[in-house]
Nanobody, 131 residues
């Protein structure tokens, strides 16, 4: 399993960024996949996750702190998951990680609320929101 994130950077408050995670080495549409973040001195937290397929524990999960501002999407043809982040706030500053796991029964909420439940992680991309 390989996950490669891109799209991080420095943006002013209120701005937007789009993160991408290119996946390889596994059957992409059988895995739940999502975005997590970790700020200095804080624990890693789930931001948003998307289920494997509509017929296999599909759906999405968003942390309350990003609802209405972030949108997750997956393109199974390109083996890529995206995170569109709008109305960014300084508190969104963190390293953002992509992570995935074969989903047998949990669904996106189960995995997003328990980062230790996912075994494959990317290297992370820095997002800094600052004026």
């Amino acid at each position: 399993v390989q996950l490669v994130e891109s799209g991080g950077g420095v943006v002013q408050p209120g701005g937007s960024l789009r993160l991408s995670c290119a996946a390889s080495g596994f059957t992409f549409d059988s895995y739940v996949i999502g975005w997590f973040r970790q700020a200095p001195g804080k624990e890693r937290e789930g931001v948003s996750c998307v289920g494997a397929t509509p017929d296999n524990f599909g759906g999405t999960y968003y942390a309350d702190s990003v609802k209405g501002r972030f949108t997750i999407s997956r393109d199974n043809a390109k083996n890529t998951v995206y995170l569109q982040m709008n109305s960014l706030k300084p508190e969104d500053t963190a390293v953002y990680y992509c992570a995935t796991e074969r989903d047998f029964s949990g669904g996106p909420r189960y995995y997003c609320t328990g980062p230790k439940r996912l075994s494959s992680w990317g290297q992370g991309t820095q997002v800094t929101v600052s004026s």
